[in-house]
């Protein structure tokens, strides 16, 4: 080693020898000198520099010495002069003729893919010279054996004098230009040489080819011997890529990693095995770190992962392996994280999404920020994630012993304490989170059986620590389940202060214990009457409620406000798992709800905007609970109170967080957080008027609306409803509310026509409508929601054309209203039965021509031309049923009470129209000419 570093020593002596030789050709003219001076010797030591080029401050001009003629005349001190002096202009030199295509093949051809062709054909060569020995019998296998070993290693040999050569030639020939490139294996024009490695390539196969026959086919070496001498030949190429390039390298990990695939036994050694593949990875890593090839480490990281699913699916021996396996994924993952230790931190600045392209600001900024990752930073992530996979296998093909929990256990902290010493990985830290919950998903574990209720000697209720019978299983997974959530709840925690991603650390120490404890929840599926696990819950959310106490004094740190949000985040889904556990139906979704303006309180009095995200997931939570849950109508039936607090609760709830975040004072707290309160305030509302009116009805949530009265109710209390929102000036003109009031009218309409007006008609379905002549189910069903939609559309600043089209349909009501009361004053309350009498049919005609007229009456009094063309078509419609139907179908005095009436009626409405129009002043008229302002013209 001594002689190897001594020689390179002299080579690159005269490698800067032969520098300086073409530097002193290619050096610029320098200026004549003043007097003639001897060459001073590049070993001299360097002239003292005159005090004016100093940069000293001058002295005063009388006590000037004089000046001595290698010395400068004084200069007014000018930036410009500490540049150096600007070189003679040379001329310009032609620009390079472009290179044709034709030539970059030709290069290629010949100084890279013949040199390959020729290495690979010679590695055949070996191989065909030994399969014609066994096929003539020439020689016997010891001496094939060994001509093969000798071979592989003359061209080894012959590869690495060629790359010496090429080496000592431009130095020996005083070439600067190329000296610089030999020793990387280049030619002196600068291009790769690609002879050695394609000499070294050929030499490593045929030794390996050798080897391996030697063992496989001719029995010569003991597995031991090959195995040993196949590995060298792997390491012997990776150590000798330094020299002859990635080629080299990547041949020899890949022999390296197939060796223990080609060379079996019998008796599989695990120690020596994973000892062997630490070894390689690390030779590989060394070859990454020291020359710069990433893809190497890829590929080390695949080879090396490989393996250990190999073992794990074929030859896994339970209890006996998780040491060895566990030991050599430990040092993997720390030789693929200590580059990025090394790594030094990247230059350019991070950048962040706008927030107004990320829902409307409702991600948080460690979400919406892009990171700029080191090629080693990105390796490390990689590894972490592939090797804390291949442990969570290791957990589960272990069958989770002590040892596969043990190993799981330190690659998770030794996740967390990397993440936290460089923190542009600090993500490392989740995947040894996401891990370990993979590990222990996989644990199979009994049924629990259930317990009585704990009861104090008193009788009363008691809070047991854990059930008095537990299956030793089942004792070990929460175990483990519980030493990991303080693992990662206590390293987040410790982690996060002094740090730059505060909000990583506090999610991990805030979310990471809620989800371990939902998942061992799941996991065990214990009773309803165990009463230790919403203790649990409760217990955990008072230590992240206490976690927020002293990060409240650094709230001036970046990065504490979203560190307060995720304990908070924590703590409220903490309750809310523990309301899950204790609770059931109704209570439960209410329990969630009650989640929402607490943390909207939060929100106002703490200014953590990023609880809107954790306020949007319990909001979403809720309305699918409460709105789109087909199983919400098997809840607790009978009376009122399931209803009235299963809904009102989160409306109310709702309402207030919405409040409360619209009044961030930011500027930006009416975003898509508060319309989805606002939203589900409404939902709740309107399904809490309609289950009741159900349940009130017909008694039961679970049958279906079928009466006239109940969807009258329904009809009534969507349009009262949409009456409210128009009414109220300050919700009007929310989104929410004006969106909200044009559905639930349109609703109602669509169920008053098509329900109440055809499919539900008494007439046809025979239901009672009621003894009472006015105040009856036709009053519910067809008056009133006529009034309320006059009334709707009189508040609400519709189009006109829709607000034209729209008043069709509460005229159709009141016109429907009058038709079935008159029949109801004939018929009785069943208007399905009973003959049609000339009285009866003598009181439409006079009830709608009485309708017409007061329509008439109302429109010319308050100038209604929609109404007064609706009142003109009554009485065309009266006039057509007198002169059509009434004339043949009456007899008597019907017939001419008939007539008489409509007589005196068209006679009265021209009366009225004439006398009621004579009273209305026209519009005064206009200047004929000249501009006027906008408000005298309109």
């Known amino acids: 080693m001594t002689f190897s570093l001594n020689k390179r020593v002299r080579l690159q002596e005269m490698e800067l020898a032969a520098l300086r030789k073409a530097l002193a050709g290619l050096g610029a003219p320098l200026p004549p000198p003043v007097a003639e001076a001897q060459p001073r010797s590049p070993f001299a030591p360097p002239p003292v520099t005159p005090p004016g080029e100093r940069g000293e401050a001058p002295e005063e001009p009388a006590a000037e010495p004089p000046r001595q003629p290698w010395e400068r005349p004084a200069e007014p001190p000018v930036f410009a002069r500490e540049e150096p002096p600007a070189p003679a202009e040379e001329p310009a030199r032609p620009a390079p003729k472009p290179r044709s295509t034709w030539k970059d093949i030709e290069e290629s051809l010949t100084s890279r893919w013949l040199i390959w062709l020729g290495g690979a054909t010679l590695a055949l060569a070996g191989a065909f010279f030994i399969k014609l020995s066994v096929d003539k019998g020439w020689l016997v296998p010891s001496v094939r054996v060994a001509l093969g070993l000798l071979a592989g290693i003359a061209l080894m040999v012959g590869g690495e004098w060629v790359r010496r050569k090429e080496l000592r030639r431009p130095a020996e020939a005083g070439e600067g230009e190329g000296a610089g490139h030999a020793g990387a294996g280049l030619t002196n024009a600068g291009r790769p040489d690609y002879v050695p490695p394609a000499l070294t390539a050929a030499g490593l196969f045929t030794a390996f080819a050798s080897v ?118 430990l040092l993997t993952t720390a030789l693929f994280l200590m580059p990025a230790l090394w790594a030094p931190a990247p230059a350019e600045p991070e950048e962040t999404v706008p927030a107004e392209t990320a829902l409307g600001g409702v991600l948080p900024d460690w979400l919406r920020r892009k990171r700029n990752r080191l090629p080693a930073d990105r390796q490390a992530v990689a590894a972490a994630i592939l090797l804390g996979g291949l442990t969570a296998v290791m957990t589960w093909t272990d069958g989770h012993s002590l040892t596969s929990l043990a190993v799981l256990g330190l690659f998770s902290a030794f996740c967390l304490v990397v993440g936290r010493r460089v923190e542009r990985i600090a993500g490392i830290a989740w995947v040894a989170a996401l891990a370990s919950i993979l590990a222990l998903w996989a644990w199979v574990l009994p049924y629990m059986p259930a317990e009585p209720a704990a009861v104090t000697p008193e009788g009363q209720p008691a809070v047991p620590v854990l059930p008095v019978l537990v299956p030793e299983a089942i004792g070990s997974f929460l175990r483990a389940t519980g030493a990991f959530a303080v693992l990662f709840g206590l390293g987040g925690f410790v982690a996060l202060w002094n740090s730059r991603r505060m909000a990583l650390w506090a999610s991990l120490s805030a979310l990471v214990p809620v989800v371990l404890l939902a998942f061992a929840y799941a996991m065990v599926e214990p009773p309803q009457t165990s009463t230790a696990w919403p203790a649990t819950a409760l217990a955990l959310a008072a230590a992240l409620v206490a976690a927020t106490t002293p990060l409240a004094r650094h709230r001036h740190r970046p990065g504490a406000g979203l560190g307060l949000a995720a304990f908070a985040a924590g703590a409220v889904g903490a309750i809310s798992l523990g309301a899950t556990m204790l609770l059931r139906e109704a209570w439960l979704t209410v329990a969630l709800a009650l989640q929402v303006p607490v943390l909207g309180w939060l929100e106002h009095r703490m200014g953590l905007r990023s609880l809107r995200g954790v306020i949007l997931l319990v909001a979403l939570a809720v309305l699918a609970r409460l709105a789109v849950n087909p199983f919400v109508l098997d809840y607790q039936a009978g009376g009122l109170g399931w209803i009235l607090y299963g809904y009102g609760i989160p409306a109310i709830g709702f309402f207030l967080a919405a409040r409360w975040l619209r009044q961030a004072p930011d500027g930006r707290g009416d975003d898509l957080v508060v319309a ?189 031309a929609g109404m007064r063309h609706v009142a003109i078509l009554l009485v065309l419609g009266v006039v057509a049923k007198v002169f059509l139907s009434d004339m043949d179908d009456l007899e008597g005095l019907y017939r001419v009470a008939s007539f008489l009436g409509l007589g005196l009626a068209l006679i009265g409405i021209g009366y009225l129209y004439r006398r009621l129009q004579s009273g209305v002043r026209p519009p005064p008229e206009l200047p004929a000419a000249g501009p006027q302002p906008p408000e005298q013209a309109v």
């Open 676 to 864: 989805l309160l606002e939203a589900g305030a409404l939902i709740f509302s309107t399904m809490l008027v309609s289950l009741e009116i159900h349940d009130l009805t017909v008694g039961t949530a679970q049958q279906p609306p079928s009466t006239l009265k109940e969807t009258a109710l329904h009809t009534l209390a969507w349009l009262a409803l949409a009456v409210l929102l128009t009414a109220d000036r300050r919700w009007s003109v929310r989104p929410v509310a004006r969106w909200g009031r044009r559905i639930l009218v349109a609703l109602a309409a669509m169920q008053a026509l098509f329900l109440q007006v055809i499919d539900l008609n008494p007439v046809d379905t025979g239901e009672p409508v009621g003894d009472w002549p006015v105040a009856n189910v036709l009053l519910l069903a067809y008056g009133l929601p006529a009034l309320l939609g006059l009334l709707y559309l009189w508040l609400d600043p519709l189009p006109r054309r829709l607000r034209t089209v729209g008043a069709a349909l509460p005229f159709l009501l009141i016109a429907t209203n009058l038709a079935l009361e008159i029949r109801h004053a004939f018929r009785g309350p069943v208007l399905s039965y009973g003959p049609m009498t000339d009285a009866e049919w003598y009181s439409y005609s006079a009830g709608f021509l009485a309708f017409a007229v007061i329509l008439l009456i109302v429109a010319l009094r308050f100038h209604l």
């Open 212 to 329: 391996y026959g030697g063992f496989a086919l001719f029995d010569l070496f003991a597995p031991l011997v090959a195995f040993t001498m196949l590995a060298g030949l792997a390491f012997l190429g990776i150590a000798l890529s330094l020299l002859q390039g990635p080629f080299i390298a990547a041949l020899g990990l890949l022999g390296g990693y197939a060796t223990p695939m080609l060379v079996t036994s019998g008796d599989p050694m695990v120690w020596g095995l994973f000892a062997y593949l630490l070894a390689l990875n690390g030779g590989g890593m060394f070859v990454v770190l020291w020359r710069g090839w990433r893809w190497l480490g890829w590929g080390t990281l695949l080879g090396g992962s490989l393996w250990v699913l190999v073992w794990c699916a074929f030859v896994w021996n339970y209890q006996e392996d998780a040491l060895p396996v566990g030991l050599y994924l």
